[in-house]
């Protein structure tokens, strides 16, 4: 009997001191985003995906294998580059060839003689459909993920895009619509235009327009289809971090959640996702200190003048969100949504950019 109380004792604290290493892994991370974030260490987007995963793995990412995939993939794409002919002949076409090459590491079968003379395939990545915003597993939004299965989403589809095209050292801009994560890019010729990376076209705004999700309010408070700069791209990093951190901890004290949202708002303002983020951690807190304080949820909750105010301030953030125009898009609709650039791909493709290539 005493031996197994020792083997109890000894398994919990052994549990406790793996739960505050893998806490400390979340610290580590958050401190090297925001350091990027302050202009204190280099802004590296790979770096950063490559800690906000590497915390969710308890430490575990193979981070030799993420570089050698890394490697090879713009390897590929620079071999690309010299290879590839362009119709676009303005004087920024070495850059715009660097997308072209991006674009059909991620979409397109390549045929590679290898060095042994022998013919070889190229495959390239494909959506995933089953989990699209890692509700049962988050590690279904990971770059690890697709580098290491060959399928994504819309996250880990434009987040590797965008570590590719830093390895290349052009520029890539990640941009958002409700629930989705594309790229901008920007020519002399065309200026602005959109790379979609889930069906493998160049969308119209129109079709980003058309879900019918994308409220005027919310274009004009920069909620959606904006070019985000690299700081505003590591915000978004932090706020992975944070999901992270709350589904490895789930009964923990809002604190890491709330700092993070705080860190991520003061660099990207807009970011609905740290709003909401934020929003719904001032909320948990609440709801913790009104049931150690009153069991429930009474009248006498507004009579005290603290919990007053913190309610006040939370349905102050709720209405500033849906002020915003942020609508949140239900997954069928959002699969639809995705289904229909493919199935009226003539109607929503940007004909010039697909000219050009």
Same mark, same amino acid.
């Given at each position: 009997?005493?031996?197994?109380?020792?083997?109890?004792?000894?398994?919990?604290?052994?549990?406790?001191?793996?739960?505050?290493?893998?806490?400390?892994?979340?610290?580590?991370?958050?401190?090297?985003?925001?350091?990027?974030?302050?202009?204190?260490?280099?802004?590296?987007?790979?770096?950063?995906?490559?800690?906000?995963?590497?915390?969710?793995?308890?430490?575990?990412?193979?981070?030799?294998?993420?570089?050698?995939?890394?490697?090879?993939?713009?390897?590929?794409?620079?071999?690309?580059?010299?290879?590839?002919?362009?119709?676009?002949?303005?004087?920024?076409?070495?850059?715009?060839?660097?997308?072209?090459?991006?674009?059909?590491?991620?979409?397109?079968?390549?045929?590679?003689?290898?060095?042994?003379?022998?013919?070889?395939?190229?495959?390239?990545?494909?959506?995933?459909?089953?989990?699209?915003?890692?509700?049962?597993?988050?590690?279904?939004?990971?770059?690890?993920?697709?580098?290491?299965?060959?399928?994504?989403?819309?996250?880990?589809?434009?987040?590797?895009?965008?570590?590719?095209?830093?390895?290349?050292?052009?520029?890539?801009?990640?941009?958002?619509?409700?629930?989705?994560?594309?790229?901008?890019?920007?020519?002399?010729?065309?200026?602005?235009?959109?790379?979609?990376?889930?069906?493998?076209?160049?969308?119209?705004?129109?079709?980003?327009?058309?879900?019918?999700?994308?409220?005027?309010?919310?274009?004009?408070?920069?909620?959606?289809?904006?070019?985000?700069?690299?700081?505003?791209?590591?915000?978004?990093?932090?706020?992975?971090?944070?999901? %992270?951190?709350?589904?490895?901890?789930?009964?923990?004290? *809002?604190? /890491?959640?709330?700092?993070?949202? @705080? =860190?991520?708002? +003061? $660099?990207?303002?807009?970011?609905?996702?740290?709003?909401?983020?934020?929003?719904?951690?001032?909320?948990?807190?609440?709801?913790?200190?009104?049931?150690?304080?009153? %069991?429930?949820?009474?009248?006498?909750?507004?009579?005290? *003048?603290? /919990?007053?105010?913190?309610?006040? @301030? =939370?349905?102050? +953030? $709720?209405?500033?969100?849906?002020?915003?125009?942020?609508?949140?898009?239900?997954?069928?609709?959002?699969?639809?949504?995705?289904?229909?650039?493919?199935?009226?791909?003539?109607?929503?493709?940007?004909?010039?950019?697909?000219?050009?290539?």
């Amino acid at each position: 009997m005493k031996q197994t109380l020792i083997l109890i004792i000894a398994l919990f604290l052994s549990m406790n001191v793996l739960s505050q290493d893998r806490k400390q892994l979340y610290n580590d991370a958050l401190e090297e985003l925001h350091c990027m974030l302050k202009g204190s260490c280099k802004i590296s987007f790979k770096k950063a995906v490559m800690q906000v995963e590497n915390a969710y793995l308890y430490g575990t990412l193979d981070t030799i294998a993420f570089n050698q995939d890394i490697k090879i993939l713009s390897s590929l794409a620079k071999t690309l580059v010299k290879s590839k002919f362009l119709k676009y002949k303005e004087r920024d076409s070495i850059k715009i060839k660097k997308y072209a090459a991006l674009f059909s590491v991620l979409n397109d079968t390549i045929p590679i003689i290898l060095s042994d003379g022998e013919d070889y395939n190229y495959v390239p990545y494909r959506y995933d459909f089953e989990d699209i915003w890692g509700v049962k597993s988050w590690k279904n939004m990971f770059v690890s993920k697709l580098l290491e299965t060959g399928k994504g989403n819309c996250h880990s589809l434009p987040y590797l895009y965008k570590i590719l095209a830093e390895e290349l050292g052009v520029d890539a801009y990640l941009a958002l619509a409700p629930n989705h994560v594309y790229i901008k890019h920007q020519n002399i010729k065309d200026g602005w235009y959109n790379t979609e990376l889930t069906s493998g076209i160049f969308p119209i705004d129109a079709w980003l327009m058309a879900s019918g999700y994308i409220h005027l309010d919310a274009i004009r408070n920069k909620l959606y289809m904006e070019a985000l700069d690299d700081k505003q791209s590591i915000a978004m990093c932090v706020i992975d971090l944070a999901e %992270g951190y709350n589904r490895a901890f789930p009964a923990n004290n *809002e604190e /890491f959640a709330l700092k993070a949202s @705080e =860190i991520a708002l +003061e $660099y990207y303002p807009h970011y609905i996702n740290a709003r909401i983020l934020r929003a719904e951690t001032k909320k948990k807190i609440f709801e913790r200190n009104v049931d150690d304080k009153f %069991g429930e949820f009474t009248k006498e909750v507004y009579k005290d *003048e603290l /919990f007053k105010n913190m309610f006040l @301030e =939370i349905q102050n +953030e $709720y209405a500033m969100i849906h002020h915003s125009g942020y609508r949140r898009m239900p997954e069928e609709m959002y699969l639809n949504w995705l289904t229909s650039l493919k199935e009226e791909r003539k109607k929503y493709e940007n004909k010039k950019i697909t000219n050009h290539n």
